[in-house]
């Protein structure tokens, strides 16, 4: 299916190609979902929800850390088995063209909350935790699901702020009932931190606790929780799995030691925030395995009280990572192929930076085993959630919602581009991508700026022929849009204000600056 976007000079017309196996109900009739009074962003009145199975399902968003795209086996991998991440995927609908926003964690994150790309984020590289806090002002995801009467918990690494700490960096600041989380994103390096931080309040670990257990179980207990009471909720589970330490399980870990004996001599080491441990892994290719098995194992529990609980089929999973595989902490990514056939690793903004593993699961909504090549980012989720619990888009948005795709009802609206830009200072990389093509500027960590490649997806995805020679008017438009999607960063210093104990405050806080912000004028990338 091919859709004309925009007209150029010189009468070059851009196409985006994109195919939903199960999208064969979207010809016809023009669904309200698709009649948008902007780019990115739709006001509630246009908006609809007929793939709903419910008028309020679960929602549960997992958040990989540095996971590849080549890291799961229903995306290529050949050297791991990942069963249960897998029946995401099997059961649901794979996004074979999702994006991270950026292509490190902060700014990932920040984008995926706040639904912005990264020419409009306040974060777009990482740094000093608290001054990249979410702007308490701005409505961001979890207020969403306040509005609209939902439960809420965060379980992982936060990444937006010292967790402990009042005011914007504290995620209850922003619209979770509860959370269990690192305390910091420099203390998610490792998996044996002296500390967990619960709701706001840091409490010690015994040493050797391995802390992705307990926040995997608080995570669990909170879904359980909310199913049996019939409450509708939103669990964001932002695990750290598999970045930085090559930290396991000591059972998982001796397991594959035997299976890769050849590793024994090779040593990871990683440090950790402040007066951390953080252990030194030996054979850290058997570490990652353990991490990503145990991991898994812990992604099929989930799916098993979803059954058990009769939530299953009111329950949205969607998964993604926050950027490209690592090279950190002895991981090896050419081992595993975790990338597959594209260029680059994290801190790259080349496919293998930003193209992330996803894939979405709600059965009796989403059609099993289907796919889709849709281009989307990160920053569509917000606009997407709003899409299906019929609430106004904030303000600051610049997605577009999925849901058409996901559910295969009404028309999938379409964009002009996807872009990203990193890091957050003045010599920096650009990427943007039209359609089939791709456009990479290289400002950071070189010499001097280079001018804009071009790369043709569909012949070329490994990013390995700069045509940009051959499309001068393709480049000319690339670099028109690189202008425009960048703004000025502002400063970002979050205000100091006290934590509110049990978030009573947040549902009446969203639903106010969600009533108070009309949709984005130029909700474009």
């Not at 086996?73 to 995401?88: E, H, M």
């Not at 608290?130 to 699901?145: K, S």
């Not at 015994?206 to 509708?232: C, R, S, W």
Request: aromatic letters at 8%.
């Amino acid at each position: 299916m091919k859709r004309i976007l925009l007209s150029l000079p010189l009468t070059l017309l851009f196409t985006i190609h994109h195919s939903v196996a199960a999208a064969e109900s979207s010809q016809g009739k023009r669904s309200p979902s698709d009649q948008r009074t902007t780019e990115g962003s739709a006001s509630s009145s246009q908006r609809t929800t007929e793939g709903s199975a419910s008028a309020s399902p679960n929602v549960i968003y997992i958040l990989a850390d540095d996971l590849g795209y080549g890291d799961i086996s229903c995306f290529g991998q050949k050297k791991l088995k990942t069963p249960n991440i897998d029946r995401l995927a099997t059961g649901g609908i794979k996004l074979t063209d999702h994006y991270s926003a950026n292509t490190v964690c902060t700014p990932s994150r920040h984008s995926l909350m706040a639904g912005q790309h990264a020419g409009r984020c306040l974060a777009r590289g990482n740094g000093k935790e608290n001054t990249l806090a979410l702007r308490e002002e701005m409505t961001v995801l979890p207020e969403v699901f306040k509005a609209a009467g939902y439960a809420t918990g965060m379980y992982g690494k936060w990444g937006l702020g010292i967790t402990n700490d009042p005011g914007a960096p504290n995620p209850m600041n922003h619209g979770f009932d509860e959370f269990s989380a690192w305390k910091s994103q420099a203390i998610a390096h490792t998996y044996y931190p002296t500390s967990i931080v619960r709701n706001g309040k840091e409490e010690p670990l015994q040493e050797g606790t391995y802390i992705h257990d307990l926040i995997m179980d608080d995570a669990l207990a909170f879904v359980e929780k909310n199913a049996k009471a019939g409450k509708p909720f939103f669990c964001y589970i932002p695990t750290a799995v598999p970045h930085a330490a090559m930290h396991a399980p000591k059972a998982l870990h001796d397991k594959y030691r035997k299976i890769y004996p050849q590793f024994e001599k090779k040593i990871g080491r990683y440090g950790a925030g402040p007066g951390e441990p953080c252990p030194d892994v030996k054979n850290p290719i058997a570490g990652y395995a353990g991490m990503m098995e145990n991991f898994d194992n812990q992604i099929g529990q989930l799916l098993e009280l979803l059954e058990k609980t009769g939530q299953a089929e009111n329950t949205l999973i969607m998964f993604s990572s926050d950027n490209g595989s690592h090279l950190e902490g002895g991981h090896d990514p050419r081992f595993w192929d975790s990338n597959g056939p594209l260029r680059g690793h994290k801190r790259d903004l080349f496919e293998g930076g930003i193209r992330a593993p996803s894939m979405a699961r709600w059965p009796g909504t989403i059609k099993a085993g289907t796919s889709s090549d849709l281009p989307s980012a990160h920053y569509d989720i917000l606009a997407t959630v709003c899409d299906l619990l019929d609430q106004p888009v904030p303000a600051q948005n610049t997605g577009i919602s999925l849901l058409p795709t996901l559910s295969g009802k009404g028309q999938q609206q379409q964009r002009e581009y996807l872009y990203w830009e990193h890091p957050q200072s003045k010599n920096r990389d650009q990427a943007i991508r039209i359609g089939k093509w791709k456009g990479v500027k290289l400002g950071w960590k070189v010499k001097t700026p280079q001018k804009l490649q071009l790369f043709d997806l569909e012949k070329d995805l490994g990013e390995q022929n700069n045509i940009a020679a051959q499309h001068p008017d393709i480049v000319k438009r690339m670099e028109e849009i690189i202008q425009e999607a960048h703004q000025p960063l502002p400063v970002n210093k979050p205000a100091k204000k006290p934590v509110k104990p049990g978030n009573k405050k947040a549902a009446a806080k969203g639903k106010k600056k969600l009533n108070s912000t009309p949709p984005h004028p130029t909700g474009k990338g």
